[in-house]
């Protein structure tokens, strides 16, 4: 079907930046959102940023001023880039894609996750 990979993440001190990319691929139309989300130990995933195909893009706002999400259609990627990190970004962050498969059926998907990790 499709397959979300992630890389970037890892250790990071308090007011670093990190940058998340992730490539998607397989049976592919056209992706209509990609997305990032985190989830912190003992807490729900949440939305960190959105981008639709149109490059209109959404924040939570406790990232808001600080993380911005980009995407190249043509290569079907999306990245992440988080600046001002605080401790409490510390999360595993997931690529998310709302794939228009060839046929027309539409399917969401999930990448493995990247350790993000805030700490002096």
């Known amino acids: 079907q499709v397959q979300l990979v992630e890389s970037g993440g890892g250790l990071v001190q308090p007011g670093g930046s990190l940058r998340l990319s992730c490539a998607a691929s397989?049976?592919?139309?056209?992706?209509?959102?990609m997305g990032w989300y985190r989830q912190a130990p003992g807490n729900q995933r949440e939305l960190v940023a959105i981008?639709?195909?149109?490059?209109?893009?959404n924040y939570a706002d406790s990232v808001k001023g600080r993380f911005t999400i980009s995407r190249v259609n043509a290569k079907n990627m999306v990245y992440l880039q988080m600046n001002s990190l605080k401790p409490e970004d510390t999360a595993v962050y997931y690529c998310?894609?709302?794939?228009?498969?060839?046929?027309?059926?539409?399917?969401?998907?999930w990448g493995q996750g990247k350790q993000v990790t805030v700490s002096s």
């Open positions: 998310n894609a709302d794939v228009l498969h060839y046929g027309m059926r539409r399917d969401a998907y």
């Open positions: 397989g049976n592919i139309f056209s992706i209509v959102d």
């Open positions: 981008i639709n195909s149109g490059g209109n893009t």
